[in-house]
């Protein structure tokens, strides 16, 4: 699921729409990555007891990590389309830091770069560029920002992250508490 979330926010959103990921954006696809990767390792062997500790401390690890991102996308959101001044909310960079010192904007930066600006989720056209069809419907439709309900404006992606980082949170603690009621202590 992580992973499709990833693709699906690279390609549908970034290649197709026009919406340019921002440094909170960035940050939140690598929280992806690497609860898929501890995922990967629980599943592929899930009766060693290394592999499930490793795969559960990089999930927990990605939970917090994405929970912090779509927090701090949230908060900025927020003060950007409200009307009143908010101070003390820092933006975005164009420059990523990822933990670890990891290099993925350089490794990966159509992935993982930031070109957008936290806060303006709307499609952004290249000049020259002439929609057609269902991708000019598609890219009016998120003309006013990345929404789960567009016509709405209901679900930033900020909330649904916030929402799916929880719901993940949650059935990772209930891994573990299975797993330990599971081996009897």
Known sequence: MSLGLVVF??????????????????????????????????ALAPSSRVAFGVGYVCMLYACVRGLAAAWQLHRIHTAIHSDEVVFGIRGCSMQAHFDFGLPLDRWLPWWFAPSGDCGFDMPIIPSGVALSGLRKAFVELYANGWYLLPKWEIGTMAQCCLVIFSALLVMII???????IARGR
């Open 174 to 180: 209930l891994l573990a508490w299975g797993r330990w």
């Open 9 to 42: 926010s690279h390609y549908v959103l970034q290649v197709y729409g026009y919406m340019r990921p921002c440094e909170q954006c960035v940050y939140i696809r690598y929280a992806f990555v690497v609860f898929a990767c501890g995922a990967s390792l629980v």
